[in-house]
T-cell receptor, first 115, second 113 residues
């Protein structure tokens, strides 16, 4: 596609429910990143993949958060047993290669609200 | 500790005026530094990337500077326009296999007509 897409754009869920957020990177992009962004703040790094391999998950806040990219393309960020503090904008970005010099292209984000 | 600090937190200026945003970092070893512009409700978009050997880089009315010795960068906006109203985020990449990306909290810029 033309850019990074994410779905759903908005998700409202009740505390304790699991949610799965999807990211479709730009076709052919090797690296895929997940970020969480609170209102008025810069993005907070969660995890990233090169191809299907998860390279760094040190930013995941706790073990309720997990991510996968089984075929090296689409990625899913899963939050189990959601809590109100998980409410935020979750953004995905992709870049052409694994080089740290490559620009990341960001998706529109999924706004998660946990009631 | 790898950190990126931006100042000011927010800034309001009149259309047509110039402004300068600051970014100080403690990331080491340093690979590169990017300035992103993020419009409200949109994802960040890269404005410039600077590596260790670069001191200044321009992108239209945006000029970024880098002093790798003092670990400071600035983003200067000339002749501001209403469309410059956005958050400007400084992002530093850490060199090496331990590929860390550290984001600043951003400066929120408001341009008044």
């Amino acid at each position: 596609g033309a850019g990074v897409s994410q779905s759903p754009r908005y998700k409202v869920t009740k505390r304790g429910q699991d949610v799965a957020l999807r990211c479709d990177p730009i076709s052919g992009h090797v690296s895929l990143y997940w970020y969480r962004q609170a209102l008025g703040q810069g993005p907070e790094f969660l995890t990233y993949f090169n191809y299907e391999a998860q390279q760094d998950k040190s930013g995941l806040p706790n073990d309720r958060f997990s991510a996968e990219r089984p075929e090296g393309s689409i990625s899913t960020l899963t939050i189990q047993r959601t809590e109100q503090r998980d409410s935020a904008m979750y953004r995905c970005a992709s870049s052409r290669s694994t080089s740290e010099y490559n620009e990341q292209f960001f998706g529109p984000g999924t706004r998660l609200t946990v009631l | 500790k790898n950190q990126v600090e931006q100042s000011p937190q927010s800034l309001i200026i009149l259309e047509g005026k110039n402004c300068t945003l600051q970014c100080n970092y403690t990331v080491s070893p340093f690979s590169n530094l990017r300035w992103y512009k993020q419009d409200t409700g949109r994802g960040p978009v890269s404005l410039t990337i600077m590596t260790f050997s670069e001191n200044t880089k321009s992108n239209g009315r945006y000029t970024a500077t880098l002093d790798a010795d003092t670990k400071q960068s600035s983003l200067h906006i000339t002749a501001s326009q209403l469309s410059d109203s956005a958050s400007y985020i400084c992002v530093v990449n850490k060199l090496g296999r331990d590929d860390k990306i550290i984001f600043g909290k951003g400066t929120r810029l408001h341009i008044l007509p």
